[in-house]
């Protein structure tokens, strides 16, 4: 209201001065003129306040608005962090995941004849895998902590070929001991060696070592009781005690025999630790003694029959290995390579039985005695992000082996075609390509010299994948 | 041979009796939170870093060094929200340390005491590595640095109650020191606010939100997966219409995505320290911000 009356007056005045400046004198001018100055005074005095009053509501109008948006904000993250809290009965659910692994592979050879000659048989899955598309194993996990005391472990491997689960690892480990102490009870991959630990999955190959193959059946895995020690050492050393049932090679027989006690039993140590920056290692030393019993095997004898033989004695397996991890500065995302190398020496003394089921030229039994070797080494080198190289070299030596049967002259070697001597040997080469941490395309080359007589050239193109909860791998 | 066998088990046992020492061992997961417990315990405590700030903490290896340090250790201090999700569970069960297991109170997550930012409303890997709990990095926000202090000096006092005082008048001493420091990182830090900004993984998230930056694209096409020549170009074709005034990464990030955008539309390239370590000037807690702000004002000149 005052701003219209000011204006319309000081326009006024303003219109008025010309039309007076005639009649009026010089004073009246003079006055008329400072009644002018103050009036415009006043009236710029009474703005100034009130722009000043306007920008203050201005501003803590802009406070109060920020002070909502955030007030907003802060309600919109409690709500979001409310309700990404699982709730009921599920939340408790243990973590699960998920392996997927598809193969397709095509070799020189048949599989289904695979053998690796100079060494028995193992038994269970060591060959390739069939020949053109195939799905591999899916392996299936569940974990979780039980309780303050304990976590448990279940995988499970679901054969697409049977269509039957197998209970790769099934354990409960200790969470509250002390003093460096674990107990962990149930069935589990032996701590033996280095490779064996490590679920197929996670392996910078397709295949298992020659070596894992004809020692540990491809891989062990024990039903049993660990018992590890870790000591209070800045270089890392730990000892570690296994008793198991023997349930499959190189015990045996297969499932473990009927009788209370154990079975099989492993000794163990590693001692690792850094080199500078850039470097990690570990290396381990491993005793397996067992006793197989039964230990059935075919081969074809000089009349050209299958037969079926048997061993039954002592196994006793010392392996030394060795893993070391470079990286920049420890810090693997670009680039970085890793060797590992593991030695197995293996000594069995027993009773061989021949033509078990008298098929060809009778049962017959005399002693056995064998010391044999093997070792691989493998290196696997990321050069960029996401993709790596690997290079791994198998030699085994079937070393020496005596038989009774034959030394007596009862039979000949020629009865034993698979026991005769041979050094098997494999070179393998392999390109991986993981376009996160969950997947992984991988091809390989293997040149195989496991059977007498007989090159295998395999190519393997394979895919592994994995859903659901983030794994954490072992060293 | 004997004396040899003799001075073995004296080590051993040496080394046994060292947790009964008068000190707490604390294993910190990240370098910022051995800062912390370092400033909060001073002489009381000896601390150990899993991690540099050359390492990626997302991928490090659960390697036999860190398991022998972790089997020793009175507490553990992580970042949490399943940051190290790839290396932690494995450490805590190979340790034979019931001290440090998740319960316990020697195991304590930092990001369980702060707002955390960027909780994924829908959760699947195909967005990604996300983090379901939110996202981990949240140490780039000194008000979180503040509250986490208050939870450590808690613990501190609660696992070796004989310097309970010692612990609170270091948490107090600290606490004043902080908030000084943050009053006056936030005027230095006033020309930052608004500020668009491209980062190379979302590790900048927290700093971005105190500041009132605005992130306007990362490196990274998503969380964990890196930089890819489509992304990249996709990113300097975004950076025409509304260019970003600076992209920043970290040590551990190889910089020549950041650089190459940074040719590319022609904006300053920072390497901010992100953590202890992480530049010259980083030394500790109040070296990180201060070098954090002042790499940034510096850029946006």
Do not use: A, T
């Given at each position: 209201m005052f701003r219209v009356n000011a204006t319309a007056l000081a326009v006024a005045a303003a219109l008025g001065i010309p039309q007076a400046a005639h009649a009026a004198t010089e004073d009246d001018l003079k006055e008329l003129r400072e009644q002018v100055r103050q009036l415009k005074e006043v009236y710029e005095k009474r703005i100034e306040s009130l722009e000043k009053r306007l920008q203050q509501t201005e501003q803590s109008a802009g406070k109060a608005e920020a002070a909502a948006s955030k007030a907003e904000t802060t309600a919109n993250q409690a709500a979001v962090q409310a309700s990404s809290r699982p709730v009921g009965e599920n939340a408790l659910n243990p973590g699960i995941s998920l392996i997927l692994n598809g193969i397709y592979s095509n070799l020189s050879r048949d599989p289904t004849g695979f053998k690796i000659n100079g060494f028995v048989p193992t038994l269970g899955e060591v060959g390739p895998p069939v020949r053109g598309l195939s799905l591999g194993e899916s392996e299936l996990a569940f974990s979780a902590n039980i309780d303050h005391h304990f976590r448990g472990t279940l995988i499970a491997s679901i054969s697409p070929d049977n269509n039957s689960a197998e209970i790769e690892e099934g354990y409960i480990q200790t969470l509250s001991l002390s003093n460096g102490f674990s107990i962990k009870a149930g069935r589990f991959f032996s701590g033996i060696g280095y490779q064996n630990q490590i679920h197929a999955h996670a392996w910078d190959f397709a295949d298992a070592p020659l070596a894992n193959k004809v020692f540990l059946g491809n891989q062990l895995n024990e039903d049993g009781i660990q018992f590890k020690w870790v000591a209070p050492t800045p270089l890392y050393f730990d000892l570690g005690l296994e008793l198991g049932r023997g349930r499959k090679f190189p015990g045996g027989p297969d499932g473990g025999r009927n009788k209370n006690g154990f079975g099989s039993g492993n000794l163990f140590t590693h001692l690792g630790g850094d080199i500078g920056a850039s470097i990690a290692w570990q290396t381990g030393l491993s005793y397996l003694t067992t006793s197989p019993q039964d230990r059935t095997f075919t081969d074809l004898d000089s009349t050209g029959t299958s037969v079926t033989n048997s061993i039954t004695g002592k196994s006793r397996l010392w392996v030394l290995d060795g893993v070391l991890k470079w990286a920049p500065n420890q810090n693997p995302t670009y680039t970085n390579f890793k060797v590992q190398g593991e030695y197995f020496r293996r000594s069995e003394s027993g009773i061989l039985s021949y033509d078990t089921a008298a098929t060809s030229l009778g049962t017959q039994a005399g002693s056995y005695a064998s010391r044999q070797s093997g070792w691989y080494l493998q290196g696997v080198y990321q050069f960029v992000p996401m993709w790596r190289v690997g290079l791994r070299y198998d030699r085994l030596n079937s070393g020496t082996t005596s038989i009774g049967l034959v030394d007596s002259g009862a039979l000949t070697a020629a009865d034993f075609p698979i026991l005769g001597g041979y050094n098997p040997h494999r070179t393998t080469a392999m390109l991986d390509w993981s376009p996160s941490e969950f997947s992984r395309m991988r091809l390989q080359f293997a040149r195989d010299?496991?059977?007498?007589?007989a090159t295998d050239n395999q190519i393997l193109l394979q895919y592994i994948m994995s859903l659901g909860a983030h794994g954490a791998h072992k060293f | 041979m004997k004396s040899i066998l003799k001075n073995l088990i004296a080590l051993v046992f040496a080394a046994a009796a060292l947790p009964a020492a008068a000190v707490l061992n604390v294993f910190a997961c990240e370098p910022e939170w051995s800062s912390l417990a370092q400033e909060l315990g001073g002489d009381k405590v000896i601390v150990f870093s899993a991690t540099t700030a050359l390492q990626d903490p997302h991928r490090i290896e659960a390697r036999p060094s860190l398991i022998a340090r972790i089997r020793s250790t009175d507490l553990v201090i992580c970042s949490g929200s399943e940051l190290e999700i790839g290396w932690i569970p494995l450490l805590l069960t190979q340790s034979g340390n019931d001290r440090i297991q998740p319960g316990s109170p020697g195991f304590l997550e930092a990001s369980q005491f702060v707002v955390r930012l960027e909780i994924p409303k829908v959760i699947d890997r195909a967005l990604g590595d996300i983090h379901p709990s939110g996202n981990p990095h949240i140490h780039l926000d000194p008000r979180n640095i503040a509250k986490v202090a208050e939870v450590i000096a808690e613990r501190l006092a609660l696992l070796d109650p004989a310097n309970a005082d010692a612990y609170k008048t270091r948490a107090s001493s600290f606490r004043e020191r902080w908030q000084t420091a943050v009053q006056r990182w936030e005027q230095q830090g006033a020309r930052l606010r608004s500020v668009p900004v491209v980062v190379y993984h979302r590790d900048f998230s927290y700093f971005i939100n105190w500041m009132g930056m605005?992130?306007?694209?990362?490196?990274?096409?998503?969380?964990?997966i890196p930089p890819t020549p489509v992304h990249l170009a996709d990113l300097i074709e975004r950076m025409k219409r509304g260019p970003a005034k600076v992209i920043v990464y970290s040590p551990y990030n190889n910089p020549r995505a950041a650089e190459f955008l940074s040719e590319r539309a022609n904006i300053p390239v920072v390497m901010m320290p992100f953590t202890i370590g992480g530049t010259g000037r980083a030394k500790d807690l109040f070296g990180l911000f201060d070098d954090t702000i002042d790499r940034l004002l510096a850029a946006i000149k």
């Open positions: 010299y496991s059977q007498l007589g | 605005r992130e306007v694209g990362s490196l990274e096409p998503k969380p964990g």
